[in-house]
């Protein structure tokens, strides 16, 4: 979900390599997507290190030698929607399927999702989920995925961009996140780096501000479209001016490209996820103490704490009963404490623990990345109580949402203020009229 463009010629070779295999036949060859005693996980991570970081995990499950080996492919997250449709028509879907939750309610009417409430309910028991990491699989009495790890949103600020400006904290209001972007626009410094493009990247964002703004439920009780609203004006209104202090190619930013911005100084604020931790030093030439992380800024009247949270987690679309034991037998693996701690280390601190004993193994706390940003470890921590995603906000199961994200309608809202001038106002209202013939198809 997670897509990052740095490194692009890397992580262009290693995704051709590992995709191409899989889309010239459709999936694989078995049964289930997979050989005869190969079970085939998709999952949509493709920066290289986390690839590598799961295929270690793959390949200690499979040294213990089970009836059932793993075998990862990757695949692209703008992509995925089409392919895994053709995939089940085709009956050469994966076993294993990496999600989100708007992403299952799409793949669930493919009908190739098998519930995995007893397995979720085990695991529960012996791992302790939060809540909230289990409430968005749950629907008509079962569980539809097995939940593997958490990602939020905070606002990352640069500590030593902000000194040279004169800038003491980090903003807590939308008028001061503003006036802050303001004064830290300088030559080719922009204030902050917020993406623009028709992609998952932009509707997290925008739904991040939508939420402390009390607008992050659009869906009226009976689940009708209620997204055109004054709360989602305003923070369309919002976004909108955050990205006249944007670099100027804003309207081609997915994740990486903000996250570029920012260490290199072109941008001194970005709004994102937990993957801003590993690579900071590195990338910027600054040390560890000039980045800055603090929650999503909230209206100055009215507001309240939010951001984007999504409990990511892993289906089940194996085609025997043999087989589905197997894919289950493999995510016990990866939720026992020490697996499960190297497995979050595919990207410490963007891949949050889901269960009370996996938030304590040695191998995630003991993780580098984790010790030298504790605080900021911590804060996400909390800012996930504060979390939601559209389609699952105050007790919600929409199953329609799928139909709404996977055309990116909150990116076009957007791209129509940003690319086409339109106002706030009227874009909203296209917005709603989109999310009403998406959800009627």
């Not at 989602?232 to 190619?249: E, F, G, I, Q, R």
């Not at 911005?261 to 970005?270: K, R, T, V």
């Not at 139909?403 to 990116?411: D, R, T, V």
Request: hydrophobic content about 40%; aromatic content about 10%; glycine content about 10%.
């Amino acid at each position: 979900m997670r897509f990052h463009k740095l490194r692009r010629a890397a992580l262009g070779a290693l995704a051709l390599a590992v995709v191409l295999p899989a889309a010239a036949c459709g999936g694989s060859s078995g049964p289930g997507g997979g050989g005869d005693k190969t079970l085939t996980l998709w999952h949509m991570e493709q920066p290289p290190n986390r690839v590598a970081a799961f295929q270690k995990i793959i390949d200690a499950y499979n040294a213990t030698n089970p009836e059932y080996k793993v075998q990862a492919q990757v695949q692209d997250w703008n992509q995925i929607y089409t392919k895994i449709s053709g995939a089940v028509q085709s009956k050469t879907q994966p076993d294993i399927l990496f999600t989100i939750p708007d992403f299952t309610t799409y793949v669930r009417p493919l009908g190739a999702v098998r519930p995995v409430t007893a397995l979720v309910n085990e695991l529960d028991k012996e791992h302790t989920f939060g809540e909230a990491a289990k409430a968005a699989y749950h629907d008509n009495n079962e569980y539809w995925a097995v939940p593997l790890y958490g990602m939020v949103q905070m606002l990352w600020y640069r500590k030593d961009l902000f000194a040279k400006a004169g800038i003491a904290d980090a903003p807590k209001t939308w008028s001061e996140l503003l006036a802050d972007a303001q004064k830290l626009s300088s030559g080719s410094q922009k204030g902050i780096a917020v993406p623009a493009g028709k992609n998952l990247a932009t509707d997290q964002v925008i739904y991040s501000l939508m939420l402390t703004n009390g607008a992050g439920n659009f869906f009226t009780g009976s689940g009708e479209v209620a997204f055109d609203k004054p709360q989602t004006v305003a923070a369309v209104s919002l976004y909108a001016d955050l990205l006249k202090l944007s670099p100027s190619d804003a309207g081609n930013y997915s994740w990486g490209e903000p996250q570029a911005a920012f260490n290199s100084g072109g941008a001194a604020m970005a709004i994102e996820k937990g993957q801003y931790l590993a690579p900071f030093e590195k990338e910027s030439g600054r040390p560890a103490s000039d980045l800055g992380c603090a929650p999503i800024p909230q209206p100055d009247t009215g507001g309240k704490p939010g951001s984007i949270y999504y409990s990511n987690a892993a289906m089940v679309l194996s085609r025997d009963d043999a087989r589905a034991k197997g894919a289950e037998d493999f995510l016990r693996f990866v939720l026992k404490p020490e697996n499960y701690g190297q497995f979050l280390n595919a990207e410490p601190g963007l891949f949050l623990p889901l269960t009370a004993d996996g938030a304590k193994a040695t191998s995630w706390t003991g993780n580098e990345v984790i010790k030298k940003y504790q605080g900021c470890v911590d804060a996400m921590l909390e800012q996930s109580k504060s979390g939601g995603l559209f389609g699952f906000v105050d007790g919600q199961y929409v199953g329609s949402i799928g139909k709404i994200s996977g055309q990116n309608i909150l990116a076009q809202v957007v791209q129509r203020v940003y690319s086409n001038g339109e106002s706030p106002a009227a874009a909203v209202k296209w917005g709603d009229q989109q999310m009403r013939e998406a959800v009627a198809r």
